[in-house]
């Protein structure tokens, strides 16, 4: 069986009922397609705002070079004890282990809210069956983007451990 393939002309005229399985999936695609990869200065930069904006009110009325020091001795402080060194010999599951502790406002608590503050940073919809991997991997996630933004920011360097 052949279909008729769809022009963008066809997009722009279909009215509500009248999509044909070829109109969907490009509707679809065209929807998802405009999500920020996680690598695009944007991301980083969406990435970046909501860390800054959601740090403590303590530090309000710094710079945000002076946040992220902050944000980085408090983590580093936390994070790098010992103990916790050798149960997490990794640097970024120690990072994530802790986050995943709420210990900063930029870290969400329920599916929803992950969900949420996920499709704010990629400027896009999640389709339903990717939600259940982005709440399972979210505190890995911040972690990894965390450590980068710091390092890269500031130049302080989590590896050392």
């Not at 959601?54 to 070079?65: A, K, P, Q, Y």
């Not at 004890?81 to 502790?101: C, F, H, I, M, V």
Request: with cysteine.
């Amino acid at each position: 069986m052949k279909t008729k393939s769809c022009n963008t002309d066809e997009l722009r005229t279909a009215k509500q009922g009248e999509y044909s399985p070829c109109l969907l999936l490009k509707i679809i695609l065209i929807k998802f397609k405009k999500m920020l990869k996680t690598n695009t200065n944007k991301f980083k930069l969406n990435f970046k705002n909501e860390i800054l904006a959601d740090i403590n009110e303590d530090v309000d009325h710094l710079s945000d070079s002076d946040k992220l020091h902050y944000l980085a001795e408090t983590i580093e402080r936390q994070i790098n004890y010992p103990n916790n060194l050798k149960r997490y010999p990794n640097t970024q599951e120690r990072l994530a282990d802790y986050l995943s502790g709420l210990a900063f406002n930029f870290c969400e608590a329920y599916p929803d809210q992950i969900i949420k503050q996920a499709e704010r940073l990629v400027e896009g919809k999640f389709p339903e069956k990717k939600k259940s991997q982005i709440i399972e991997n979210y505190f890995l996630f911040m972690a990894g983007h965390l450590m980068r933004l710091i390092e890269k920011e500031i130049n302080i360097n989590f590896h050392k451990y």
